[in-house]
């Protein structure tokens, strides 16, 4: 195995740039096809085996083999190639990830696996190896743990954690919070904070919420700028710091390049986050 190699690392993306498909080749990363013509890219760029699962479109019609057929057809391109090798399927759900009742989450999360379960049989009743199955998420770990169909959950928000599955009752203790200052503090009822638009990923429809003071409230104040108002006294003042937890941590960590991992008030280590070119 090349010293790049990244085994276990799971690309849950479909591509469609072979320039993009050549550099995941290279790293040895498994990734997920859900057309023949992705075979046909990876193949190209194989200088060692490649392992491959197939995205099944479970309902959300964003990406995956819309088809039990298709899904059969992508498996019979996969096999036809001495450098590509089927490890499985994988099956992951937005609507049920999201959902904000638990009973519709858990009614679509176990449809969801039972027709990944069904296109998995059908691969291996034509002999083609399907041992993984993957899929779920931090909104339905709780649900998909009992269904026996899965071999791997994606769950991954619950690391850091945001209020949008807060909203919905996952209960997970969050690990991050975005570090704004007080900017101005020329006003009674509120002062203004450096983390606006630019700060925060803005699409959940609703905005960040303050660790402290008790009571505060936090509104949108423009690309640069958040309000902070209808807190309990002291009123935080000028250069003051104000720990917000992010509406949705995913898209938020994106906008930094580097993460403070502290213990109380220490910093322990700066992780990056990625290179800006």
Not at 180 to 203: P, Y
Request: a negative charge; charged letters at 20%.
């Amino acid at each position: 195995m090349a010293a790049n190699a990244i085994p276990g690392i799971l690309l849950t993306s479909p591509l469609a740039d072979p320039a993009k498909i050549a550099r995941i080749a290279a790293t040895g990363a498994m990734a997920v096809v859900d057309h023949v013509r992705q075979v046909d890219w990876y193949e190209a760029a194989a200088a060692r085996s490649i392992d491959l699962l197939i995205d099944l479109d479970v309902g959300d019609h964003r990406t995956g083999a819309k088809s039990a057929a298709q899904a059969l057809e992508i498996a019979r391109a996969i096999a036809q190639s001495p450098q590509l090798r089927l490890r499985g399927l994988q099956a992951y759900s937005v609507s049920g990830s999201h959902g904000a009742d638990p009973a519709a989450r858990r009614h679509i999360s176990q449809a969801v696996f039972q027709t990944a379960a069904a296109i998995r049989d059908l691969l291996a009743s034509e002999g083609f190896p399907a041992g993984i199955l993957t899929g779920g998420s931090t909104g339905t770990w709780d649900i998909d743990l009992d269904l026996p169909e899965v071999t791997e959950l994606q769950a991954g928000s619950y690391v850091m954690m945001d209020l949008a599955y807060r909203r919905i009752g996952i209960d997970f203790h969050r690990a991050m919070t975005i570090l704004a200052t007080v900017v101005s503090a020329n006003h009674d009822s509120f002062v203004t904070l450096d983390a606006g638009f630019k700060a925060f990923a803005t699409d959940r429809g609703y905005g960040p919420e303050p660790v402290c003071p008790a009571g505060a409230k936090y509104r949108w104040g423009g690309d640069e700028f958040g309000f902070l108002e209808t807190f309990l006294e002291p009123k935080p003042g000028l250069g003051d710091r104000v720990e917000l937890i992010a509406p949705h941590c995913d898209p938020t960590v994106n906008l930094y390049d580097r993460i403070y991992v502290c213990r109380g008030e220490s910093v322990e280590a700066i992780w990056p986050v990625m290179e800006r070119s």
